[in-house]
């Protein structure tokens, strides 16, 4: 069974940092695009960051490029985003997604959100 446990939300400070983890367990890791996506209330699902195996890259989506890094290891199977800079208006519930074709879909600057396999999502808050 895919699982995928994202953590590390929470409330913080416009300008500060959070780090996000994802536990993903019930795949092969190495071989599925794995990716961070977030969901504003009232809005869609759009991508943050995703790491692509098939084409051994990591995307950023423009709206994030430079204030987040995506990362991750193997050995634990996890993957993290490291957000910095924070503003309001990255306010969400973010998600980590896989998918077993190995591609991130890109459009223009932007990360689609078409994972096959989705996690429970954590709340992040930034305050003003």
């Known amino acids: 069974e895919v699982q995928l446990q994202a953590s590390g939300g929470g409330l913080v400070q416009a300008g500060g940092s959070l780090r996000l983890s994802c536990a993903a367990s019930g795949f092969n890791f190495d071989d599925h695009a794995i990716g961070w996506f977030r969901q504003a209330p009232g809005k869609e699902r759009v991508g943050v960051a995703c790491v692509s195996s098939s084409a051994g890259s990591t995307y950023y989506a423009d709206s994030a490029e430079g204030r987040v890094t995506m990362s991750s290891d193997n050995a634990k199977n996890s993957v993290y985003l490291q957000m910095n800079s924070l503003k309001p208006e990255d306010t969400a519930v973010y998600y980590c997604?896989?998918?077993?074709?190995?591609?991130?879909?890109?459009?223009?600057?932007?990360?689609?959100?078409?994972?096959?396999?989705w996690g429970q999502g954590t709340q992040v808050t930034v305050s003003s």
């Open positions: 997604a896989a998918d077993p074709s190995g591609d991130c879909l890109r459009i223009g600057g932007s990360l689609i959100a078409v994972m096959d396999y």
